[in-house]
């Protein structure tokens, strides 16, 4: 077995959370590296943003909030199905739990293995595991667009489907007025990048280039600070394109050479270490990442579903 600690399994150190005021009742809560999450208030009620691992994990982001705004949460936003981003949800006792259809499609197919895959992955993140009623299940899905009227001046919260990216299923929330763009997991503006259930080709290019779109001036990632002014918005997305184009050149020329998976590995980590190699979950996060874009490119469009002990087999195969 390898000798490096299992993938976040030895990351046990507690994270300093901090809830930012990106506008008026528009907030954000980030966390050196952990999930982040978000909140906008409408004139008599709050959208959130991700729900954390657990229950548990999640009320102490509410105790945060509830220091802002006494409104009740109406809407729950799941960018995606990931464990860490859904778990939590029953804490929020929220109207309505939105979600991409393609997210209700991969809970179904999936959910009980990725919760069991991140809870060996990322153990710190679950704290009281056993709070969790069971699988998160969205009350209301869409394609492409959802629109939330926040009322009186407040404007609107459009949620969007630009493409498929960290997931098949991603969305985005986004303030027109505000120019605040919270992108979950398809923007990283500190933080390496977890692809392992990705399509690497359509993020790095249309989803990317959709986001790239909006013009937004702040942006809140899946991990990592917000990126504030357009400039700095700018930067997040070409360097998380910048990650998934690298993956792609290497993963690739070692394929068309009938190199192998491991060698794959080794090139990727060597091209993007001295860039990303000290952010947060870099180590982490790059074996399966280069496992998932090496069989993409073999022709596997829909990933494999990682289990606990595939997740481990893979771990052992390529830090030896």
Same mark, same amino acid.
């Given at each position: 077995?390898?000798?490096?600690?299992?993938?976040?399994?030895?990351?046990?150190?507690?994270?300093?959370?901090?809830?930012?005021?990106?506008?008026?009742?528009?907030?954000?809560?980030?966390?050196?590296? &952990?999930?982040?999450?978000?909140?906008?208030?409408?004139? #008599?009620?709050?959208?959130?943003?991700?729900?954390?691992? +657990?229950?548990?994990?999640?009320?102490?982001? /509410?105790?945060? /909030?509830?220091?802002? +705004?006494?409104?009740?949460?109406?809407?729950?936003?799941?960018?995606?199905?990931?464990?860490?981003?859904?778990?939590?949800?029953?804490?929020?006792?929220?109207?309505?739990?939105?979600?991409?259809? @393609? +997210?209700?499609?991969?809970?179904?197919?999936?959910? =009980?293995?990725?919760?069991?895959?991140?809870?060996?992955?990322?153990?710190?993140?679950?704290? @009281?595991? =056993?709070?969790?009623?069971?699988?998160?299940?969205?009350?209301?899905?869409?394609?492409?667009?959802?629109?939330?009227?926040?009322?009186?001046?407040?404007?609107?919260?459009?949620?969007?489907?630009?493409?498929?990216?960290?997931?098949?299923?991603?969305?985005?929330?986004?303030?027109?007025?505000?120019?605040?763009?919270?992108?979950?997991?398809?923007?990283?503006?500190?933080?390496?990048?977890?692809?392992?259930?990705?399509?690497?080709?359509?993020?790095?290019?249309?989803?990317? #280039?959709?986001?790239?779109?909006?013009?937004? =001036?702040?942006?809140?990632?899946?991990?990592?600070?917000?990126?504030?002014?357009?400039?700095?918005?700018?930067?997040?997305?070409? @360097?998380?394109?910048?990650?998934?184009?690298?993956?792609?050149?290497?993963?690739?020329?070692? @394929?068309?050479?009938?190199?192998?998976?491991? =060698?794959?590995?080794?090139?990727?980590?060597?091209?993007?270490?001295?860039?990303?190699?000290?952010?947060?979950?870099?180590?982490?996060?790059?074996?399966? &990442?280069?496992?998932?874009?090496?069989?993409?490119?073999?022709?596997?469009?829909?990933?494999?579903?990682?289990?606990?002990?595939? #997740?481990?087999?893979?771990?052992?195969?390529?830090? &030896?």
């Amino acid at each position: 077995m390898s000798s490096k600690p299992f993938a976040s399994s030895a990351d046990l150190a507690a994270k300093d959370q901090t809830l930012e005021v990106l506008a008026e009742g528009v907030y954000a809560l980030t966390a050196e590296g &952990d999930p982040n999450l978000g909140a906008i208030e409408g004139e #008599d009620f709050v959208v959130c943003f991700e729900a954390l691992a +657990t229950p548990v994990a999640a009320r102490r982001w /509410l105790a945060m /909030l509830r220091e802002h +705004t006494d409104k009740p949460v109406k809407y729950l936003v799941l960018s995606h199905y990931h464990a860490v981003r859904v778990l939590g949800a029953s804490a929020f006792d929220a109207e309505v739990i939105v979600a991409h259809e @393609q +997210t209700k499609v991969l809970i179904a197919e999936r959910g =009980e293995q990725d919760w069991a895959s991140e809870y060996g992955r990322m153990p710190r993140l679950f704290d @009281q595991p =056993e709070s969790i009623p069971g699988l998160t299940w969205p009350t209301a899905t869409f394609s492409d667009r959802f629109t939330i009227d926040l009322g009186g001046e407040r404007g609107e919260l459009v949620l969007q489907h630009l493409g498929r990216g960290h997931t098949a299923g991603d969305i985005v929330a986004w303030l027109p007025k505000q120019k605040i763009l919270f992108a979950g997991d398809l923007v990283e503006a500190q933080a390496a990048l977890y692809t392992g259930d990705a399509f690497h080709r359509d993020w790095s290019g249309a989803t990317l #280039d959709g986001i790239a779109a909006l013009g937004a =001036e702040q942006l809140v990632g899946g991990r990592g600070a917000v990126a504030q002014g357009a400039g700095a918005v700018s930067a997040a997305i070409e @360097q998380t394109r910048g990650f998934l184009t690298t993956m792609i050149d290497e993963v690739g020329s070692v @394929q068309a050479r009938g190199g192998t998976l491991k =060698e794959a590995f080794e090139a990727t980590h060597a091209a993007l270490s001295p860039q990303f190699g000290k952010w947060p979950i870099f180590e982490h996060c790059l074996p399966f &990442d280069v496992a998932r874009l090496w069989e993409e490119l073999a022709g596997t469009d829909w990933p494999t579903i990682w289990t606990a002990e595939r #997740d481990r087999e893979i771990w052992a195969r390529l830090q &030896d």
